[in-house]
């Protein structure tokens, strides 16, 4: 059973930041596509950044493109997602997830899938002054 811990929220001012981990129960992690998705009060879940697991390539919803960076330590099993100028329409439930897959799939139209197989409980990010 694949498990996934988020961590890392808060409460930010605009133009902040905020850098989240994920931590993965299992060395599979390493395999596979992680990804960051959020979901906002009222609104649909959407993808923010995705790590392919085979050769490291990253993808970036049009929103998160040049602000947030994410990163990952297979070594460690952790995925970070740094989120820099943060606005507040970042405001969401913020969670790693994978669907178990070595690649991530590429944006479409600038927006990012998310995982539908696992993910963790979140990690909430407010942005407000």
């Known amino acids: 059973q694949v498990q996934l811990v988020e961590s890392g929220g808060g409460l930010v001012q605009p133009g902040g930041s905020l850098r989240l981990s994920c931590v993965a129960s299992t060395s599979s992690f390493g395999y596979w596509a992680i990804s960051w998705f959020r979901q906002a009060p009222g609104k649909e879940r959407e993808g923010v950044a995705c790590?392919?697991?085979?050769?490291?390539?990253?993808w970036y919803s049009d929103f998160a493109e040049g602000r947030f960076t994410a990163a990952r330590d297979d070594d460690q099993n952790t995925m970070y997602l740094q989120m820099d100028d943060l606005k507040p329409e970042d405001t969401a439930v913020y969670y790693c997830?994978?669907?178990?897959?070595?690649?991530?799939?590429?944006?479409?139209?600038?927006?990012?899938?998310?995982?539908?197989?696992?993910w963790g409980q979140g990690t909430q990010v407010t942005v407000s002054s």
């Open positions: 997830g994978t669907d178990r897959l070595t690649r991530c799939v590429p944006p479409r139209a600038g927006s990012l899938a998310y995982p539908r197989d696992r």
């Open positions: 790590i392919s697991g085979t050769d490291g390539s990253k």
